[in-house]
């Protein structure tokens, strides 16, 4: 799979976790900004998930199992999406606490997608 986006979107998702965490430090509910931010981390995952389908049509296969890796890849789509509807549902700080909560997950996510793909092998 390509590894510059895997690294891509963990980055991504850990600076939305930070950046959510320093709103809820602040006593701040997530804004329309964060939800662009939460945008951006899916339309990225959007493209490792085509791009993971589009390798396993070609007929390529991840270390650890077809079943398990297309399992984590709509995981991992799903995360965001997931948390900025629970954050519009609570409009206090604890909002941002979650947005930034399900970022660290996918960034989580991101590792062992790697994984699985490459065996933790890194190739």
Same mark, same amino acid.
């Given at each position: #799979?390509? !590894?510059?986006?895997?690294?891509? *979107?963990?980055?991504?998702?850990?600076?939305?976790?930070?950046?959510?965490?320093? @709103?809820?430090?602040?006593?701040?509910?997530?804004?329309?900004?964060?939800? *662009?931010? #939460?945008?951006?981390?899916?339309?990225?995952?959007?493209?490792?998930?085509?791009?993971?389908?589009?390798?396993?049509?070609?007929?390529?296969?991840?270390?650890?199992?077809?079943? *398990?890796?297309?399992?984590?890849?709509?995981? @991992?789509?799903?995360?965001?999406? @997931?948390?900025?509807?629970? &954050?519009?549902?609570?409009?206090?700080?604890?909002? &941002?606490?979650?947005? &930034?909560?399900? @970022?660290?997950?996918?960034?989580?996510?991101?590792?062992?997608?790697? !994984?699985?793909?490459?065996?933790?092998?890194?190739?």
């Amino acid at each position: #799979m390509l !590894d510059a986006l895997t690294v891509a *979107i963990g980055a991504a998702a850990l600076a939305l976790a930070a950046w959510c965490g320093h @709103a809820a430090y602040r006593d701040q509910p997530t804004k329309d900004w964060h939800f *662009i931010g #939460m945008a951006v981390v899916t339309v990225l995952v959007l493209a490792q998930l085509a791009i993971g389908l589009f390798l396993l049509a070609r007929g390529e296969k991840a270390h650890e199992g077809t079943v *398990i890796f297309v399992a984590y890849l709509i995981g @991992a789509f799903a995360t965001i999406p @997931a948390a900025g509807l629970l &954050s519009l549902s609570e409009r206090t700080k604890w909002g &941002s606490v979650t947005v &930034s909560a399900g @970022a660290v997950v996918l960034a989580v996510l991101e590792v062992r997608l790697f !994984d699985i793909w490459s065996g933790g092998t890194g190739a």
